[in-house]
């Protein structure tokens, strides 16, 4: 008797299996889970999608969701340029939910070599090369030219003292689109050095000379525009903490 009820529950559990089994071949097979929709939403500085993004979300679509492996979408974008996390969600029957964190960068930086512009990208505590492309995806953030030997000496063994003030001033200006050029020069010390930030429209330089706030910086600004907005005349500033001198 026993044997025939374990034999019963066999074949119980064997008829199941096939028919989940036949049942997951013929959704394989069916339109109605062909995915119809990749929502991806793109978070971190960079604000948008990369041609790399766009290939993998059109590549989905039209793919039977049960033949997508999660894991692998994960996988792959883990390995695009920035890309500091991933989440993957299946909603069945056709949508794909993919949200992909990149990288917090401050600043954008480059340096001039004898084989061309070398460029990267800066965090709030390390800096790495990269490629132009990947650079330019990051438009809405300032790019700040340094000295080519300072550039490699900071690539390589981390910040220093001057650099992380520069990234602080250099940083809260983003939204300053009245700055056309910003270039960091610190002679390769530890010092602060000198941050020359150019205002082409106001034909205006100002030379950030020793450490100030970012506040006092904006201030800074604020007052030169005042001053210059329409302005043709020549002229450049000296900031410092306690005063701003205006040069000819």
């Given at each position: 008797m026993k044997n025939r009820k374990l034999l019963g529950l066999i074949?119980?559990?064997l008829f199941v299996v096939i028919l989940v089994a036949a049942l997951f071949f013929a959704a394989?097979?069916?339109?109605?889970?062909?995915?119809?929709?990749?929502?991806?939403?793109?978070?971190?500085?960079?604000?948008?999608?990369?041609?790399?993004?766009?290939?993998?979300?059109?590549?989905?679509?039209?793919?039977?969701?049960?033949?997508?492996?999660?894991?692998?979408?994960?996988?792959?974008?883990?390995?695009?340029?920035?890309?500091?996390?991933?989440?993957v969600?299946?909603?069945?029957?056709?949508?794909i939910n993919i949200d992909v964190v990149y990288?917090?960068?401050?600043?954008?930086?480059?340096?001039?070599?004898?084989?061309?512009?070398?460029?990267?990208?800066?965090?709030?505590?390390?800096?790495?090369?990269?490629?132009?492309?990947?650079?330019n995806l990051y438009s809405q953030l300032p790019a700040v030219e340094l000295n080519t030997a300072y550039a490699v000496?900071?690539?390589?063994?981390?910040?220093?003292?001057?650099?992380?003030?520069?990234l602080e001033l250099a940083g809260s200006v983003s939204s300053n689109n009245l700055i056309t050029t910003i270039k960091y020069d610190n002679n390769n010390s530890?010092?602060?050095g000198l941050i020359e930030m150019v205002l082409s429209g106001m034909n205006t330089f100002l030379y950030v000379r020793e450490p100030v706030t970012p506040s006092r910086l904006s201030e800074a600004l604020?007052?030169?525009v005042q001053k210059h907005e329409g302005s043709a005349e020549r002229v450049r500033y000296d900031l410092y903490s306690t005063a701003l001198v205006k040069r000819k």
């Amino acid at each position: 008797m026993k044997n025939r009820k374990l034999l019963g529950l066999i074949l119980v559990l064997l008829f199941v299996v096939i028919l989940v089994a036949a049942l997951f071949f013929a959704a394989r097979n069916l339109s109605y889970f062909d995915v119809m929709e990749v929502n991806v939403t793109v978070s971190g500085q960079s604000g948008t999608m990369n041609s790399d993004l766009i290939r993998l979300q059109n590549r989905l679509k039209g793919m039977n969701i049960f033949e997508i492996s999660v894991s692998n979408i994960k996988n792959t974008i883990k390995g695009y340029e920035s890309v500091t996390s991933v989440s993957v969600q299946r909603y069945f029957p056709s949508t794909i939910n993919i949200d992909v964190v990149y990288q917090d960068y401050r600043i954008r930086a480059y340096s001039e070599s004898e084989i061309g512009r070398v460029y990267y990208l800066a965090d709030s505590s390390s800096m790495q090369e990269t490629d132009e492309d990947t650079f330019n995806l990051y438009s809405q953030l300032p790019a700040v030219e340094l000295n080519t030997a300072y550039a490699v000496l900071i690539d390589k063994w981390g910040y220093d003292q001057g650099f992380y003030q520069m990234l602080e001033l250099a940083g809260s200006v983003s939204s300053n689109n009245l700055i056309t050029t910003i270039k960091y020069d610190n002679n390769n010390s530890n010092e602060f050095g000198l941050i020359e930030m150019v205002l082409s429209g106001m034909n205006t330089f100002l030379y950030v000379r020793e450490p100030v706030t970012p506040s006092r910086l904006s201030e800074a600004l604020e007052l030169i525009v005042q001053k210059h907005e329409g302005s043709a005349e020549r002229v450049r500033y000296d900031l410092y903490s306690t005063a701003l001198v205006k040069r000819k």
